[in-house]
């Protein structure tokens, strides 16, 4: 799973507030951006998450930008991609918001909402992504050719070195807490609930207490959001590092009831703080049904990465694995078509959560499965084995994923050992069923090591086998 950029935090320095702000502008190091300052109005200011992930040390190396000017944001985008090159897509055309993908970063730009910039951040989510920064220093004139200078209506800026925090977000970042500025700005876009709870993972925060009861107390009407929008924000949580205990904290604050019945926080206590360690009530390797939001709180939280470098899985295979196998805990394939997922992570969801639920009955052990079952998994599973390697118990991995890396195994990789021309060829078949029911029988046999584990080596016996069950199948059955 890939871990956030870290570079010094920038508030861990103390510095007055004019200083942060030159620090930020050289941590940020506009420059490099392929959008010259020189070509933005006068007014236009750096907010949200790259100005947040600077002052915390997590800036990506091409950071997506956000963008507050006083004027016609869409106009503005079309015409700087006019430019400089780049794509233009509207956002929201009622309130002028435009994303301007140019050189491989994305720069968001949004009209500055209400009188001045201090009114425009009070209006935001959280006092984290409300803090704002003049991108050259307070002073430059329009004898620097790069200088987009500030007018927020007061000037509020000046004394603070061009950085505005009007909901005291700085504070809130030093602390390592997740605040939101009000709650009737929570309801104003229901998706920011779930936003809150995501943030809080990925940034390693903690949610403030009455954040937090605001979150719990209007969860359902996350179910008036559209559904692909709050999926892209489980699929941001489910690659947080540590997005398991996240997760968990939805299903715990019930703000998935509205998608999936099987979420509904029932038993879940009502300050929606984390349920207590049930200890033996979690059962091995089942998916949590109705009413048990502790045991799938359990389940999910065992997903760490720690779970993944237990069972042995490489880096690569953590980065897409882990976040499956936590969708797939909490997800089935109906609630994710709900939620307007593609029809492979439904498809994918479901195989796990089958597997899951059937191994669960046998101790979570797919050795103990019948030869015919355990074959259908090794192939619906095929490309997916890693993610339900991190949904059982950590001792049937190492030697599983050892022989699902060998794409020769003939079992990880069930193959028969001679393909249908050859055998029509050789023994004078014609296709239809028969052909196929004798392919199975042959992919079973090398499967489980009764025939020649390479394809094509002693075909002879291979073609004997396959003699065999002609033969044996052609016997009338009498019954």
Not at 40 to 59: Q, Y
Not at 149 to 170: E, I
Not at 250 to 265: R, Y
Not at 388 to 408: F, K, N, Q, Y
């Amino acid at each position: 799973m890939l871990q956030q950029p870290r570079q010094r935090p920038i508030l861990a320095a103390g510095l007055p507030v004019d200083q942060l702000a030159k620090a930020l502008r050289l941590r940020l190091a506009p420059a490099g951006w392929p959008l010259p300052l020189a070509a933005l109005p006068a007014g236009s200011v750096l907010v949200g998450g790259a100005v947040r992930d600077a002052l915390l040390g997590r800036l990506a190396l091409r950071p997506d930008l956000d963008l507050v000017v006083p004027g016609n944001a869409v106009a503005l985008a079309r015409e700087l991609a006019r430019q400089l090159g780049g794509v233009v897509v509207v956002l929201d055309a009622e309130r002028s918001i435009a994303r301007l993908v140019l050189q491989g970063w994305t720069i968001d730009l949004a009209r500055r909402m209400g009188a001045n910039l201090q009114q425009d951040l009070l209006r935001r989510d959280y006092t984290a992504n409300a803090i704002a920064l003049q991108l050259t220093a307070t002073g430059d004139g329009p004898e620097h050719p790069e200088a987009a200078l500030l007018d927020c209506g007061a000037g509020l800026m000046d004394s603070n070195g061009g950085l505005l925090d009007p909901s005291g977000g700085l504070e809130d970042l030093a602390a390592g807490r997740l605040r939101a500025i009000s709650e009737a700005n929570l309801l104003d876009d229901p998706l920011r609930l779930l936003r809150g709870v995501r943030l809080a993972w990925e940034l390693g925060f903690r949610l403030e207490a009455t954040s937090l009861g605001w979150i719990c107390q209007h969860g359902a009407r996350l179910g008036h959001v559209a559904g692909e929008r709050v999926l892209a924000e489980l699929e941001r949580l489910a690659v947080a590092p540590l997005g398991g205990g996240g997760l968990a904290q939805v299903v715990d604050t019930g703000l998935l009831a509205s998608w999936c019945d099987e979420l509904s926080p029932a038993g879940a206590p009502a300050s929606c703080e984390k349920p207590a360690n049930q200890g033996a009530a979690a059962r091995q390797g089942a998916p949590a049904r109705s009413g048990e939001p502790v045991i799938l709180h359990q389940h999910l939280a065992k997903l760490r990465l720690e779970a993944a470098a237990e069972r042995g899985l490489s880096e690569a295979e953590t980065a897409w694995a882990l976040p499956l196998a936590r969708l797939a805990c909490m997800l089935d394939g109906q609630s994710l078509a709900r939620l307007k997922s593609s029809r492979r992570l439904q498809l994918s969801c479901q195989r796990l959560r089958h597997w899951w639920q059937r191994l669960g009955a046998l101790g979570g052990d797919p050795d103990a499965l019948p030869e015919e079952e355990r074959l259908s998994l090794q192939r619906q599973l095929e490309g997916e084995l890693p993610a339900l390697a991190l949904l059982l118990d950590a001792g049937w991995a190492p030697i599983a994923l050892a022989r699902w890396r060998d794409p020769a195994d003939p079992l990880f990789h069930p193959r028969a050992p001679l393909d249908g021309a050859s055998l029509q060829a050789r023994l004078a078949l014609k296709p239809g069923p028969r052909l196929g029911q004798l392919l199975e029988h042959l992919t079973r046999e090398r499967a489980f090591g009764r025939l020649p584990a390479e394809p094509g080596e002693n075909v002879a016996e291979t073609l004997v086998e396959a003699r065999h069950w002609l033969a044996k199948e052609a016997v009338p059955r009498h019954g």
